[in-house]
């Protein structure tokens, strides 16, 4: 893969052994924000997406795979979803969504994925060429593939956790939590509904996937900040409007995560009393329409997060005391 994102990776996993031990914290937001920030745009390159051909076959997989949901689900092989997948990177909104993200899903949510396909599609979403296509590059179509495997891994941890499987191990437990910090690192695709292709909506996907991490009592608590942090520094930088839902989502996966325990409380309370004093300097030493756009995204989410019901007292009565967040 990119020695760009090998050299990330690892220097995020440098941070990441920081938390574990103890060494980093209070300013784990800094350094997090210095690694994205010497993120670089490359040039752009070809996408592959399915040709037409490529799309017949995936529709014909799609109802294959339904009858077989119908009448045995046991005949539903690798080789089934080896012929299904392709279509998470189409264009074509009924095919990637309606079709195969909702057929994938159903077979995972009604408990139909045996351990061993589970297993298979789990190790498959990590991958680098599904989940960093394209992903250093200006905006380009290979966002859907990135976002709805993201969204497809969600669904996943959701199977994963309902039938108490024993895959999710300590190897995968860790290439899942170094590969999902790595892809949020450099996702900066933040494009909601796309005409005529449909939904892209990355930041949304990212945050489902996140709220399920946050649900894994096995990963660990350094992991979950760090996850947490490298995700809000992210949103700091980004360049694209979140006025497409995303805003809701992300609240959800942050309160859902402060209720956790006191230390995710505190250290969100801690971030966002933080970005206020970052987003007026911003805005006094460059005027611009991406400073803007990112002080109405920080708005957006900090009025999502006040309308959630569950949000501990001390995040909601902060949050009750500023204004500038409804404008």
Do not use: C
């Not at 191990?169 to 899942?176: D, S």
């Not at 009592?217 to 409007?241: G, P």
């Not at 006094?284 to 900090?302: F, K, P």
Request: glycine residues 4%; aromatic residues 8%; negative net charge.
């Amino acid at each position: 893969m990119d020695y760009r994102i090998d050299n990330v990776r690892y220097v995020i996993e440098e941070l990441r052994e920081q938390v574990h031990e103890g060494e980093l914290f209070s300013s784990l937001g800094l350094e997090v924000r210095a690694v994205l920030e010497s993120l670089t745009v490359v040039p752009r390159q070809p996408v592959n997406l399915p040709s037409t051909d490529d799309e017949q076959d995936v529709w014909q997989a799609v109802d294959q795979f339904q009858q077989a949901l119908d009448t045995d689900p046991t005949q539903i092989t690798i080789v089934s979803l080896k012929m299904l997948l392709p279509g998470l990177q189409s264009t074509d909104f009924e095919l990637r969504e309606q079709a195969v993200f909702s057929t994938l899903n159903e077979w995972l949510q009604e408990g139909l994925a045996n351990e061993e396909l589970q297993a298979w599609l789990f190790d498959y979403l990590l991958q680098d060429e599904i989940l960093f296509a394209h992903i250093d590059e200006p905006h380009n179509q290979a966002v859907f593939g990135r976002s709805y495997a993201v969204r497809l891994l969600a669904s996943v941890l959701i199977a994963a956790k309902r039938q108490k499987v024993s895959y999710l191990n300590l190897e995968r437990r860790e290439r899942l939590v170094q590969q999902v910090a790595v892809y949020v690192a450099f996702e900066q695709d933040g494009r909601g509904y796309l005409e005529p292709q449909g939904w892209a909506l990355a930041f949304t996907h990212i945050s489902q996937l996140l709220d399920m991490i946050v649900a894994l009592d096995e990963i660990d608590r350094a992991d979950k900040i760090l996850l947490e942090t490298i995700l809000m520094e992210r949103i700091k930088q980004l360049k694209d409007s979140l006025t497409m839902g995303e805003s809701g989502n992300i609240a959800r996966y942050l309160i859902n995560l402060a209720n956790l325990d006191s230390i995710y409380e505190n250290y969100l309370l801690t971030q966002l009393k933080q970005w206020r004093p970052e987003m007026m300097r911003a805005l006094q030493e460059n005027e611009s329409r991406a400073v803007w756009v990112q002080h109405y995204n920080r708005s957006h989410l900090m009025g999502a997060i006040i309308l959630q019901r569950t949000a501990p007292v001390a995040i909601h009565e902060y949050l009750e005391q500023i204004s500038e967040f409804l404008a």
